[in-house]
């Protein structure tokens, strides 16, 4: 009769383990997400602004534009647009003009181009402005940028700066590279940070704003009234496809939460113009490429060099535009194997290093434009790595000052942890 009972509880516990649900994906909610559940508490009675653009979305991908709009009690009266402009109808590079919304009548106005940092005139009537855009973790993506900008403007005038958060797609533990250096800040390093910071764009808000990293052009020091609405669900070991937020690319050549890793292992090298990276092919940020090398070979080179986390494959293509447009070239695709142990900024590095040593006729600064080494300098935070690499095309010569800064900005952003 036991036995009986207990083949029977087996097959009760069996049933009830397969019914249960697997691996269920925790939902994290965004700042604006939060903002809705909340009932909007932290704009209440006040006239707001908004700077965000298409990646500024709830989690039913509804705009954030359009939420605030909509919201009782929300009074919003302008748009800001960043880069790319607030719906996303402006490329790469090209300049937002200002404008109004077709879809709510609001003004918009640019944040990309000649203006960077909002005017008074912008201001003018605001209690506060908001910032909501997904970032990708790396300095020289120019959104924290203008969110420096914004709080900088807001120092100003007295204005509130809320800033609804988002997760880092990168994590919140992965530190690479150097501080920027006097004489090379620009609007793709603006801040004394490491290439690859480790922080939420809420996170970095309060670290620039607590340690006096706002500045103005004559070097004062700027401090504004700073809100930050948090995620809730969020942790540091996430990656952003563990979160089960829809994403939504935030520039045309990051379309996955993948290529945010990919922007900081090619990204720098990019720069230089003298190779193809992707952009102009189906793998923007996955793949470094050039004319007339053995792809097998390359490939061979970069496995043997055994990069943990990483791992490469030849490859050939013919990009459809930018960099290589129309011409052959070989080269390879990369893959991150181990987000955790790769290395991400190390990997341009090592492929420059190994096409010197290949090809010493094809080294990336042998061929690449003697105009394109202030935009190397100015991503990189100093002139030192490319006058340094430049002599023997070895990372093992400048590996020790890319990471010589990031203990100690890890230390000095745990003050600043919003989450575990």
């Not at 935070?381 to 100690?408: C, L, P």
């Amino acid at each position: 009769m036991r036995k009986v009972l207990s083949i029977a509880l087996c097959a009760v516990l069996l049933v009830a383990s397969c019914c249960a649900p697997q691996n269920e994906k925790v939902q994290v909610l965004t700042g604006i997400d939060v903002l809705e559940a909340n009932g909007f508490q932290q704009l209440k009675g006040k006239k707001v602004g908004l700077v965000t653009n298409p990646t500024g979305v709830n989690k039913d991908l509804v705009s954030t534009v359009d939420v605030l709009f909509n919201a009782e009690g929300v009074e919003l009266v302008a748009l800001y647009g960043p880069e790319h402009g607030v719906r996303g109808d402006v490329h790469a590079g090209d300049k937002v003009e200002g404008n109004s919304d077709p879809k709510t009548g609001l003004p918009v106005h640019s944040l990309y181009g000649k203006t960077t940092k909002p005017t008074p005139e912008m201001l003018e009537g605001l209690d506060a402005i908001i910032y909501d855009i997904q970032d990708i973790g790396c300095r020289s993506f120019t959104y924290i940028s203008t969110m420096g900008k914004v709080m900088e403007a807001a120092a100003d005038l007295g204005l509130e700066v809320i800033v609804l958060d988002r997760p880092n797609p990168l994590g919140g533990e992965k530190i690479e590279g150097p501080i920027v250096e006097e004489g090379f800040f620009s609007f793709v390093s603006q801040f004394e940070i490491p290439y690859v910071y480790g922080l939420t764009c809420g996170e970095l808000a309060v670290l620039l704003n607590e340690e006096g990293l706002i500045k103005d052009k004559e070097g004062n020091v700027k401090k504004c009234k700073l809100t930050v609405v948090p995620m809730e669900g969020w942790t540091r070991d996430m990656l952003f496809e563990d979160t089960n937020l829809p994403w939504v690319l935030p520039s045309p050549h990051i379309p996955q939460p993948v290529s945010a890793f990919f922007y900081p292992a090619t990204g720098i090298v990019g720069d230089l113009g003298c190779y193809s990276i992707g952009v102009g092919y189906t793998l923007p940020f996955e793949m470094i490429a050039l004319e007339g090398a053995d792809a097998d070979k390359l490939a061979e080179k970069l496995n043997g060099y055994e990069l943990p986390g990483v791992k490469f494959r030849p490859i050939n293509v013919k990009p459809f535009y930018a960099v290589g447009k129309g011409s052959n070239l070989q080269g390879v695709q990369i893959y991150i194997t181990d987000v955790k142990k790769a290395a991400i900024t190390d990997i341009q590095f090592y492929v420059m290093e190994a096409i010197a040593e290949m090809y010493p006729e094809k080294a990336a600064f042998k061929i690449a434009s003697d105009k394109r080494y202030r935009s190397f300098d100015i991503v990189t935070g100093s002139d030192y790595f490319r006058t340094t690499f430049a002599k023997n095309h070895k990372f093992s010569d400048i590996k020790e000052r890319w990471y010589e800064d990031v203990d100690s900005f890890r230390e000095l952003s745990k003050k600043y942890y919003m989450y575990k």
